[in-house]
């Protein structure tokens, strides 16, 4: 399944919450809940370029399936992530 194309936030659900387990402070995680976050997904295989826009930062990040690589939040957070396969299913 492809993600290509531009897609924007659409709700936030418990957001404030996992953004104060990543230790962000009050401030800015007020701030982030109305950060109108769009992304630009360029998907070949396994392999991902994004292009983030938001009111407070313009990003690229390229990355590969299941290979950890460094994403830094708008607030300066530094992050080790991976982004791993999923399995779709097919109704029987």
Not at 49 to 66: M, N, P, Y
């Amino acid at each position: 399944m492809a993600f290509n194309g531009t897609w924007k936030v659409d709700r936030n659900e418990n957001y404030d919450k996992f953004m104060e387990q990543l230790g962000v402070n009050v401030v800015k995680r007020k701030l982030g809940e109305h950060d109108n976050l769009k992304i630009t997904i360029e998907q070949t295989g396994d392999k991902f370029h994004l292009k983030e826009s938001s009111t407070f930062r313009s990003k690229e990040i390229d990355f590969t399936l299941g290979v950890q690589f460094e994403y830094t939040l708008a607030d300066g957070t530094e992050l080790i992530v991976s982004a791993k396969k999923w399995q779709t299913y097919q109704k029987v």
